[in-house]
């Protein structure tokens, strides 16, 4: 913090305003659902990404960062989707979309500018969301940098104690527009579970999102009390969410959705799909079951089947019944089903690696850097392991006994070296807290 402070005042000639920070997140369970009316796990990282910011009264945007060696700027008034790009069209993107989503109570005043400049710790291409860090970290720092502007400007002036934690309505809408400038201005098509992590986690380990009302909820899922610890393997295959591989299989739930004139994908599973009263064994048969026989609903559909085929229905919409049914279950097995017991971890890790394999042979988003990490976490007796984000590259997530976590993490880096791979970073996985003005 200081030194960003001090490099601030060196760079622009002043000290900053304030700072800002947003995490980055791991999703514990629930890929590719969100922009489907699935729920997801995420729990924020103690990484983050860091704004130190001031206020300009010129209608112009300043930002550098300390991991970019270019110094970008715009006047607000003429970015767009478009005309700015890299790193800075997230930056740019967020007061683009702040001006678009209308609101008074978000809106930037005409003559408001600011200068930034932006440090981090997420790893970047890690699949623990560093994007979504940056757009929530700049969009706390513009909405408060605005603040001595709004009152003249006729705009909503922000809520005393400002955009902080416990205004989760304002988070809510500034997830929605750090979305915005992402699928818009970045050209990553994603969902809102990055922003929402970042900028709605609650106290506890993880958070549920259920994104059919975007409704969140604390849920523990507290390792350590159980002798188990989450290993995290950044295996630095670098993934990228703007490379069309994600975007497609988007387009596909999309078409899916709309041939079958319904809200969301999770609207053609059953309401019930935890199933809470089964023991782990026959849950998995019965989620089996559930989504086998939506699959073939959707198939003896034409309207359906013809809108992506059969072949895509039957894998790529596939995994995302089955992230689907596994978060369900996850969640009631943390959050209605204490007392978490040996064999809750058991079944959690189960989920993990039925996950992964939902991933890799239906969804098409593993790779191999992932693949090894995996087996070899499983080979060492981990309980579960997945790929975790939005896959072909990024991070892998293994539970294991505590005292397996460094045997585990010496045979992944043993296993990449043998193949070549790039040495992986191990992480260790802490609750993080979501973003927040920090000076
Ligand atoms: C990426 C996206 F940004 C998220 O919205 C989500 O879809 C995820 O991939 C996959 O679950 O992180």
Redesign the pocket.
């Known amino acids: 913090m200081a030194a960003l402070r001090a490099e601030f005042t060196a760079r622009f000639g002043g000290e900053p305003d304030g700072v800002w920070s947003a995490p980055g997140r791991l999703?514990l369970l629930?890929?590719?659902?969100?922009?489907n009316g699935g729920s997801c796990m995420p729990t924020p990282l103690p990484y983050r990404t860091l704004v130190a910011g001031r206020l300009r009264r010129d209608g112009v945007l300043h930002a550098e960062s300390l991991q970019m060696a270019e110094h970008a700027e715009a006047r607000i008034a003429e970015i767009a989707p478009g005309n700015v790009s890299g790193w800075f069209a997230y930056v740019g993107g967020v007061a683009w979309a702040m001006n678009q989503q209308g609101g008074a109570d978000i809106a930037l005043p005409a003559e408001f500018g600011a200068d930034l400049l932006v440090d981090s710790t997420v790893p970047v291409g890690g699949g623990l969301?560093s994007s979504a860090a940056l757009l929530s970290s700049t969009a706390l720092a513009l909405l408060e940098l605005s603040c001595p502007l709004r009152a003249a400007a006729a705009l909503v002036p922000l809520p005393v104690g400002g955009c902080g934690p416990d205004n989760d309505a304002l988070r809510a809408r500034l997830a929605a527009v750090s979305m915005d400038a992402e699928n818009r201005v970045a050209g990553a098509r994603?969902?809102?579970?990055?922003h929402t992590a970042a900028l709605r986690s609650l106290p506890g380990e993880a958070l549920v999102i259920d994104f059919r009302d975007l409704s969140i909820e604390a849920v523990r899922i507290d390792a350590t009390g159980a002798g188990l610890k989450f290993l995290v393997i950044d295996t630095r295959a670098p993934h990228d969410?703007a490379d069309g591989q994600?975007s497609s299989r988007r387009q596909a739930c999309e078409d899916v959705t709309r041939a079958a004139g319904v809200e969301n994908l999770r609207a053609l599973l059953p309401a019930e799909i935890a199933f809470p009263e089964l023991d782990a064994a026959a849950a998995r048969t019965a989620r089996h079951l559930v989504v086998e026989e939506t699959l073939d609903r959707c198939v003896a559909e034409p309207s359906i089947r013809d809108s992506v085929g059969e072949r895509t229905l039957r894998t790529w919409i596939r995994h995302v019944f089955t992230d689907m049914v596994l978060v369900e279950r996850a969640r009631a097995l943390f959050v209605d089903r204490m007392p978490v017991t040996e064999a809750t971890w058991a079944e959690l890790g189960e989920l993990f690696t039925e996950s992964h394999a939902s991933m890799r042979d239906d969804l098409g988003a593993s790779r191999a850097e992932l693949d090894v990490a995996v087996d070899t976490c499983l080979a060492e007796g981990a309980l579960g392991a997945r790929l975790v984000?939005?896959g072909f590259g990024g991070a892998v997530l293994a539970l294991v006994e505590a005292d397996r976590l460094n045997p585990t993490a010496q045979a992944v880096a043993d296993a990449f070296a043998e193949r070549g791979f790039v040495s992986p970073v191990f992480l260790p996985l802490a609750p993080g807290r979501p973003a927040d003005r920090d000076a």
């Open positions: 999703n629930g890929e590719y659902v969100d922009f969301s994603t969902g809102g579970l990055d969410l994600y984000g939005g």
